[in-house]
């Protein structure tokens, strides 16, 4: 390009600087418009800002002025709500009132008390307005006629729902598990669906007589089926039981009759034996008596005549119409067969203590000692049954504490003023006073926090006072009137053999050796500066006194010194062959048993003057006749005896063949006569995963039965999944306290076996027997289980059960006393589909219970694996509904509990228990088959040779 081409022409620059021109002259306008605007906008901030403060303070008074007419408004149209339902409720006042006054409560309980809420509301809302004053007063006063309405029903309801518990069913079930087999009350849904309205909405104490109601007739109830048994005591009994229960009918008073029940019906047809004996013909003239007195006073047989000793008769053409099943309605309705089985036992008592001729009057002092111990028996089952049915009914522990103060306050009071008035009148054999003084050292502390409790602790201490000096004051009666010759009658053994007195008082120290533990309590509690073995040793020198005034009465030496070689002789070699007796004695006098043989070797000597005599005749020269006199003449004594007392011999003779049955079954008696013979006192019991099912039905019976209980659960889930909560074992221990045991609660896993026992060392200072019952379950096919799930179960499982009982085992070594009880399953003894890990975390249980069994056996610790089957969350996913509630845990505790006591001496065993089967697992090896050069060809013959 050149130059000339670049240069603009001046006519091409004239008009550019032209345009430039004008663009200028535009953009000043531009310019001086901006500069206007500015002044403008200026000009109108100016102006907004002063109407915003205007504003301002204008809306901030308008604002606070709107909240107050909004807030006025609200209230406007609350009153005009409330106006509005005002006049909506006087609208139905007349209705709501007649509902009210007239209406039944039963009838639709739920809508009375709606109703009922309805007008506590209108109370409410009247006691506001000063305006309502006159309606306020009325509207009180249907409340009240409603609430008094809802009370009235509430007692009826309660008295109509009440059911007595039978006292003959109340005796069959003094040794089981009483808690659920009876029903007290009925309706209970109801009763506490009132009771919950009264106590939510009563302001006052004033409000609560319906409280008073309700323990009025529980109490009641509650004294009906001991009315039942203070009415067995006899009208006869020094002890009136019209003292007892006021509404007692003298025509119902029968004397409890010594006889079995499946004779009564012989007695009165009218059967005798051929040969009766003193002792069958004194129990025949009393249940004679018995049945004459009633069955003539209600019209069944018009005369009844007592024939003698042989004979019963009934001069009536009426009995012989008579059927057996109506005798046995007659005899049921004395209200003699369930007692006969119990006044047997007493005769056979009686018999131990020599006591075979006591008078009418005797037998019924000893039956008011059996109807107290029942009636005391029968106390304590009932308040356990009372406290409850009171937890079912109010649900609030300060109302069922002052509800049951009342209750069992009225009933304890009479029982213990009825059981110290039987004592203290009672003046028979300490062996009748046995079983009392049993049940009350063994519940001492149960009573005696009841009693504090109910403000009857005085009268309490007095009956175990009196008790306690009563049987051991009787103790040494025994002996004052043994050594008085005051035991065994005149009779004297026609051969010079041992007298029943010998057999009965040994009888009678082998019960108090069998009996020793109670006796040293006993004498503890008595004050009394003795022990078992001086009593006893007391007891034989008494004997040996006794014996020789008998023998004093034989008209010839010889055979007074036989009676005395006999008896004397008879008491060395039973003493010697009863060890823990010869222990006892030996205890307070070495002598014994050389002391009874050199005195009979003495009289031994004696006896033998009379065989010199007789060889004196045979060496003399006499005639063949001579000779026959004088020996016939040397045992003439013998001869004139024998003719004399022969009849008596006899009749005791045979009176004695059972006396040392009877006496060797007295333990069982004893056992009998008090509820739970098995007792815990001062034992300290641990059960692992107490919380439900399976470990707190242990841990409930252990604690009923006086053990001091560490209830441990963690609180999770089957799974061991939900984490830990207290609330299982806080519950169990509430209960367990509420029934006067103690307990104490323990939350750590098992896996903290040290953390655990150390509960049980620091609260009560030892420990002596552990329940491993603790377990989870993590159920899967072996295909699909995890390590985790294997790992979790065997770790609570079986390092659970180690590392408790590891830590438990020194205390049990250094007291030389323990129980073990492993909690195993048929699962691993059998196997289980889905349960490896368990059934395996189980059977290894079994295989620790029998090696710590050996090893413990030199401390005297037991123990034993127990496979129960019930329902519980370990089985609720394997078996069906119907079959877990059949299954029930109380079924497999009574064998836990006695595999806990100190009775139990087996060890080292398997036992399973289920639905009120119980059984042993035992294992065995077959005989087996021998071959020296074996190949694995051989197998199958082995296999089918060694299984066979």
């Not at 007074?560 to 008879?570: E, G, R």
């Not at 060395?572 to 006892?584: D, F, H, I, M």
């Not at 006396?659 to 815990?680: P, S």
Request: include cysteine; hydrophobic fraction near 40%; proline fraction near 2%.
């Amino acid at each position: 390009m050149s130059y000339s081409q670049n240069v603009l022409s001046f006519a091409e620059l004239n008009q550019r600087l032209h345009k430039d021109e004008e663009w200028l002259r535009d953009f000043q306008e531009a310019l001086n418009k901006s500069n206007q605007i500015q002044q403008s906008v200026c000009t109108l901030l100016g102006s907004f800002q002063d109407r915003i403060d205007s504003l301002s303070a204008n809306v901030a008074t308008l604002y606070t002025k709107s909240s107050v007419i909004q807030r006025e408004q609200q209230n406007i149209r609350k009153l005009l709500s409330t106006v509005d339902a005002t006049i909506q409720f006087h609208g139905k006042t007349t209705a709501l009132e007649n509902t009210i006054r007239d209406g039944n409560v039963m009838l639709a309980l739920d809508d009375y008390l709606e109703k009922m809420r309805t007008l506590k509301e209108a109370i409410a809302f009247f006691s506001t307005h000063l305006t309502y004053k006159n309606k306020l007063e009325h509207v009180k006063l249907i409340y009240e006629i409603g609430y008094s309405n809802i009370e009235a029903e509430f007692s009826n309801l309660v008295r109509y729902s009440c059911v007595p518990v039978d006292a003959k069913k109340l005796f069959e079930c003094l040794d089981d598990d009483y808690g659920n087999s009876f029903m007290t009350l009925r309706d209970v849904q109801k009763i506490h669906q009132i009771a919950s309205w009264l106590l939510e909405h009563s302001d006052s104490d004033g409000q609560r007589q319906f409280l008073q109601s309700y323990s009025q007739f529980r109490a009641e109830n509650m004294m009906k089926p001991l009315q039942f048994i203070a009415d067995q005591i006899g009208p006869n009994n020094r002890v009136k039981s019209g003292q007892f229960v006021k509404t007692h009918k003298q025509e119902d008073q029968i004397s409890c009759p010594i006889i079995s029940g499946e004779n009564w019906r012989k007695v009165l047809r009218g059967s005798s034996t051929n040969k009766p004996t003193e002792n069958q013909i004194m129990v025949k003239k009393q249940c004679f008596d018995v049945s004459k007195n009633h069955l003539e006073r209600k019209g069944k047989i018009d005369k009844v005549v007592w024939k003698g000793k042989n004979n019963l008769q009934l001069d009536d053409n009426k009995v012989s119409s008579v059927k057996d099943k109506e005798l046995d309605e007659q005899i049921d309705r004395i209200g003699i067969r369930q007692f006969a089985p119990i006044a047997f036992r007493l005769f056979a008592l009686k018999k131990a203590a020599s006591r075979i001729a006591d008078s009418n009057d005797q037998l019924h002092r000893d039956n008011a000692i059996a109807v107290t111990l029942f009636m005391l028996s029968s106390t304590v089952v009932l308040i356990q049954l009372e406290t409850e049915q009171s937890s079912a009914v109010f649900g609030n522990v300060s109302v069922e504490a002052e509800v049951l103060r009342q209750i069992v306050g009225a009933c304890l009071g009479r029982v213990l003023s009825h059981a110290l008035r039987v004592v203290d009148s009672y003046e028979g054999s300490f062996m009748i006073l046995l079983p009392l003084a049993r049940f009350m050292l063994k519940h001492a502390n149960q009573l005696a926090s009841l009693s504090e409790n109910l403000g009857e602790s005085a009268q309490f201490a007095s009956l175990q006072s009196s008790l306690y000096r009563k049987s051991i004051i009787l103790i040494k009666d025994y002996r004052s009137r043994l050594s008085e010759d005051q035991i065994g009658g005149r009779f004297l053994p026609q051969d010079g053999n041992v007298h029943p007195i010998s057999s009965g008082t040994l009888n009678l120290l082998k019960v108090l050796v069998q009996q020793q533990k109670l006796l040293n309590q006993l004498i503890q509690r008595a004050e009394v500066h003795e022990s078992p073995g001086a009593l006893a040793v007391q007891i034989l020198k008494a004997l040996s006194q006794n014996l020789r005034q008998k023998s004093s009465t034989y008209e010839d030496p010889a055979l007074a010194s036989l009676f005395m070689i006999n008896n004397l002789q008879y008491i060395g070699q039973t003493v010697s062959r009863e060890r823990t007796l010869l222990a006892l004695l030996q205890g307070d006098q070495t002598a014994f048993p050389s002391s009874f043989e050199t005195e009979a070797e003495s009289y031994l000597q004696q006896f033998l003057k009379v065989w010199a005599k007789v060889g004196e005749v045979f060496n003399a020269d006499l005639g063949p006749g001579e000779e026959k006199r004088s020996v016939k003449s040397i045992f003439t004594p013998f001869v004139e005896f024998s003719k004399k007392n022969s009849q008596e011999c006899s009749e005791l003779f045979e009176a004695d063949r059972q006396l040392k049955y009877d006496a060797e079954t007295i333990e069982m008696i004893i056992d009998r006569f008090q509820m739970h013979a098995l007792r815990f006192e001062g034992r300290v019991v641990l059960v692992t995963g107490a919380g439900r099912g399976l470990g707190r039905s242990y841990a409930l019976e252990f604690a009923k039965r006086g053990a001091k209980v560490i209830v441990n659960d963690l609180g999770g889930d089957r799974h061991g999944q939900s984490g830990s909560s207290n609330c299982a074992a806080d519950e169990v221990v509430k209960e367990i306290k509420a029934c006067g045991g103690q307990a104490v609660a323990n939350y750590d896993s098992v896996e903290q076996g040290e953390s655990i026992v150390q509960t049980a060392i620091k609260n009560y200072g030892r420990i002596d027997v552990v329940v491993n019952n603790a377990g989870i379950l993590r159920d899967t096919s072996f295909a699909k289980m995890s390590e985790l799930d294997w790992d979790l179960v065997i770790k609570v499982h079986l390092k659970g059960a180690f590392s408790v009982t590891k830590a438990a085992w020194p205390y049990m070594r250094e007291r030389k006393y323990g129980r073990l009880v492993f909690i195993s399953s048929n699962s691993g003894i059998y196997g289980s589909f889905g349960q490896a890990n368990y059934a395996a975390a189980k059977m290894a249980l079994i295989g620790l219970s029998n090696t710590l069994a050996l090893e413990g056996q030199k401390y005297n610790i037991i123990s034993n694996a127990l496979v129960p089957t019930a329902g519980s969350r370990m089985t609720e996913t394997i078996m069906p509904d119907d079959l877990v509630k059949a299954f029930k845990p109380e079924f497999v505790t009574p064998l836990c509990i006695y595999l806990g006591h100190e009775n139990c001496s087996s060890t080292g065993r398997i036992f399973e228990a289920g639905a009120g089967w119980y059984g042993t697992v035992e294992s065995y090896r077959s005989v087996g088959l021998v071959i020296s050069n074996a190949i694995a060809e051989d197998g199958k013959s082995i296999l089918l040779v060694i299984t066979k």
